[in-house]
């Protein structure tokens, strides 16, 4: 299961030793229903390896502002603590494995 990401935590992920994926999605987005399955199946299979994470884009204003976020859903790639690739709108769970693998 992805971890819940907050304006409180956001930070603290980003700057571990892992990649960070995280989802930006709202309840009311009907593409975000789509790609929520998929990023909890992958947070279970990259498990140790990558730190998956959901940002509620309607909860969290200051991450939202931070990344430009205007389109949902939008996954953020990040090595390091930068961010390194993006994904705006729904996609396969193939594309997201193809970006996670880049980062590992």
């Known amino acids: ?3 819940v990401v907050t304006d409180e935590n956001y ?3 980003l700057n571990g030793d892992k990649p960070v994926v995280l989802d930006f999605w709202a309840e009311w987005c009907g593409p975000c229903r789509m790609v929520g399955p998929i990023i909890d ?4 299979e990259y498990e140790g390896r990558v730190v998956m994470g959901k ?3 309607d909860d969290n204003n200051d991450i939202v ?3 430009g976020i205007r389109n949902i859903p939008t996954v953020l ?3 390091g ?3 390194v690739d993006k994904q705006v709108g729904a996609a396969g769970k193939e594309a997201f494995k193809e970006k996670i693998d880049k980062l590992l």
């Not at 199946?41 to 279970?44: F, I, M, S, V």
């Open 65 to 67: 502002s931070e990344y």
């Open 55 to 57: 940002v509620d884009v």
């Open 77 to 79: 790639f990040f090595k």
């Open 1 to 3: 299961m992805a971890l």
């Open 41 to 44: 199946e992958l947070a279970t």
């Open 81 to 83: 603590g930068q961010l």
């Open 11 to 13: 930070k603290e992920l």
